[in-house]
């Protein structure tokens, strides 16, 4: 009886220390009297790896001033690039899953969503084609060479292939002796490409009036526009092209017997539907090019001398304003003869460039002279002069650019130093009565808003129709939808050719991009002006001439 009241007694007493019920008993798992120092035994963190590289994933990946979604945009990168991180582990998490990067070159990208954090020098995907810097044109570019071309989303199939563009799959072809007969019994026939029906645009003010008068059928096809190009949403056909229409051209694609292009914003289309693909003969850009002038202030005081000797006429950072452009290859050059009159000599060719030494008037006509004595009929050059003073809200070593759209020139400045010399493309003006025929560009001092390395221009004109450039080269906005930028299709410069935007040749708008702020980072593919990063000033003036 004692061995069983002790047994139970000891049953008790292992109960309450179970249960912990009595706040007398110790706990089992108490820290032991004596402190011990817990980091003697922990082991030590593990060194942060190096900063991890960047790979953007996404077409467009915006850069951030910080690590937070609704942050404001500094700019963004292409898809392809390659940037180096600050850290190796994301610096945050909030609204982004995988974390964000901080870039070496400044801002934050969200990892996982644009870009993918990577370790070595693999990258984690092929990467479309980089902007080469180097170059006049920063990609390649070919245009379509004819209307309704078709342009997919994906790689399509040999039936979707024969439905949009009328591609005869391998062993479904009818026999030659059957080609133009009718279908046998039961058969189908191939179905026909899918073409966009011309939009019917109901009439409206002047047009609908006409139309009541008998003067203009309201319901007559109009030019196609770019909306009535789109394929269905969601369907393998993205849009159609119109003839002239120009891409940007990552590299060539085969599936089957099938041969297409991959555009850089990952478009297929036909290859034989670019112009001239199989000789890859694709866009090439004008040869213009302006002047880098000279820093160093002419000899008295800018007023050339007979014992002064004649000057540099065309290499880069020699010329000095005023300087004059040939405007046709038909114009001649003259030379002084013993008798005091101007004799013809040989054309020097469109857009021959020289520095301007004299003014003179012979017999009645106006003449530029060169720094080797050549004379030029003032009335058959554009000539550029230096400005004497800056305009008004513009500081004094602030970068601004001089735009006369009477003349067609462009002067870029450093203060009242002139450093570059050119001539540009602006707005046409055919009909100043029309509004659909004025397409001047706005006069005004404004400032650059945005920056892009290329940016893709399209839209529909009641004047000229639809068109569409993809990636224009060296875009600078500086209000709204007006820029300066690239023109590699047309060598007119010097005259009114756009719908708006000044045109400048490729190696112009390379070197206006490059100097111009805000200055765009390593591998970003646009930016926008900030306090520690300012915008150029664009000074543009004049009138512009009818034609």
Request: proline fraction near 10%; charged fraction near 25%; glycine fraction near 10%.
């Amino acid at each position: 009886m004692l061995a069983l009241a002790l047994a139970a007694s000891l049953l008790a007493s292992f109960t309450v220390v179970a249960c912990g019920g009595d706040d007398e008993t110790p706990d089992a798992y108490e820290a032991p009297a004596e402190p011990v120092d817990a980091a003697i035994d922990a082991p030590p963190p593990p060194p942060p790896g190096p900063p991890r590289r960047l790979f953007a994933k996404r077409y467009v990946v915006k850069v951030h001033s910080q690590a937070l979604r609704e942050s404001e945009r500094l700019g963004y990168l292409r898809a392809g690039s390659t940037h180096m991180a600050t850290t190796h582990d994301p610096v945050g998490f909030e609204g982004c899953r995988e974390g964000w990067y901080e870039l070496e070159t400044g801002g934050f990208v969200c990892n996982g969503r644009d870009v993918i954090a990577f370790d070595g020098r693999r990258l984690p995907a092929r990467p479309p084609a980089q902007p080469d810097f180097e170059a006049e044109l920063p990609y390649r570019y070919a245009r379509a060479r004819r209307d309704n071309l078709a342009i997919y989303r994906r790689l399509p199939t040999d039936e979707e292939a024969a439905i949009y563009e009328g591609y005869r799959i391998p062993g479904l072809e009818p026999p030659p002796e059957a080609e133009g007969a009718a279908p046998a019994e039961g058969a189908e026939a191939a179905p026909p490409p899918t073409l966009p029906e011309p939009e019917m645009m109901t009439a409206s003010g002047p047009a609908e009036s006409a139309g009541a008068e008998g003067a203009l059928d309201p319901t007559e096809p109009v030019v196609p526009t770019l909306a009535s190009l789109e394929g269905e949403r969601g369907g393998v056909l993205l849009r159609r092209t119109l003839r002239g229409f120009i891409v940007s051209v990552d590299r060539d694609v085969r599936t089957g017997a099938r041969r297409y292009w991959r555009t850089l914003s990952n478009e297929i289309i036909p290859y034989s539907g670019l112009d001239r693909p199989r000789a890859q003969q694709f866009i090439t850009s004008s040869g213009f090019r302006g002047a880098i002038l000279s820093r160093e202030p002419l000899p008295d005081a800018g007023v050339v001398t007979e014992d002064a000797g004649p000057r540099p006429t065309a290499a880069s950072g020699e010329l000095h304003l005023p300087i004059g452009f040939v405007m046709s290859s038909k114009v001649n050059q003259f030379t002084l003869g013993r008798d005091g009159r101007p004799r013809r000599g040989r054309a020097p060719g469109y857009h021959h460039m020289f520095e301007i030494r004299d003014e003179v008037d012979l017999r009645g006509t106006p003449y530029v002279t060169s720094t080797d004595g050549r004379l030029f009929r003032t009335e058959d050059v554009r000539v550029l002069r230096a400005a004497t003073e800056r305009p008004e809200g513009v500081g004094e070593n602030d970068q601004w650019i001089d735009i006369d759209l009477s003349t067609q020139t462009l002067i870029a400045y450093e203060g009242l130093t002139p450093v570059f010399a050119t001539l540009v493309s602006t707005g046409r003006v055919r009909d100043p009565e029309d509004p659909l025929r004025d397409m001047r560009t706005p006069a005004g001092l404004f400032r650059i808003t945005s920056k892009h390395v290329t940016h893709t221009m399209d839209g529909d004109h009641a004047a000229d129709g639809p068109y569409s450039i993809e990636d224009v080269p060296y875009v600078m906005y500086f209000q709204l939808a007006f820029a300066l930028h690239s023109a590699f299709w047309h060598d007119g410069f010097g005259r009114p050719r756009s719908h708006g935007c000044v045109n400048l040749s490729p190696h112009d708008a390379r070197w206006l991009f490059q100097w111009a702020g805000p200055r765009l980072p390593e591998h970003w593919h646009a930016i926008f002006p900030r306090p520690e990063n300012p915008a150029t000033w664009v000074n543009i003036r004049g009138e512009t001439p009818e034609g």
